[in-house]
């Protein structure tokens, strides 16, 4: 029985048994180390499809901030000729003479404007002719008168059946005061 040999981790001297972790210490370091290099290709891996490709299911962008509407550019309806309207002031008739630029960016838009440029005027009218020369000689003042007129074109087109929101502003071009 002397030459039997002996399971590595029986032999008394403890050679063998240093042998044994040995070798299995080094296996758990590749392992590890393998984990570790894993994880850093995959993360890389990953941050670069969020930063470069990512896409949701239906095609677009994968956040809310990446989506933006392309926008068409400005259209102006000019509303001529120039609304002229007279009012008092101090015992005086004064006159008030406007010139006035609608903008939206659809022309579906645009195109109602100018179709409905007579009810578009008549409105106007109306509100010009309602106002005092104390408050349209101040700025507060044009700028309240501005956003009445605005509000009265976004009603007509409302009542149109279109968008009013897309009419976006509505800009005094010429503003004349005697």
Known sequence: ???????????????AVEGAEAAGGKSKKGL???LVGAL?????GFGAWKAFGAKAPDGKGAKAED?????????????DPPFVVNFEAEAAVRFLQVT?????????????????????????LMILSGQNYASVS????????RKRCLESVRT???ELRGDPAKIEALYFTSFVMQ
């Open 1 to 15: 029985m002397a030459n039997e040999k002996k399971p590595a981790d029986v032999v008394e001297d403890g050679e």
């Open 100 to 124: 006035i630029g609608v903008m939206t960016r659809d022309p579906l838009i645009e195109q109602m404007v100018k179709e409905n440029d007579p009810r578009v005027r008549n409105d106007m």
């Open 32 to 34: 590890i180390i393998a």
């Open 67 to 79: 989506k933006h509407e392309e926008l068409l550019p400005p259209k102006y309806v000019n509303l």
């Open 138 to 145: 101040t700025t507060e003042g044009k700028e309240e008168l």
């Open 156 to 158: 007509i087109v409302k």
């Open 40 to 44: 850093v290709l995959g993360g890389g």
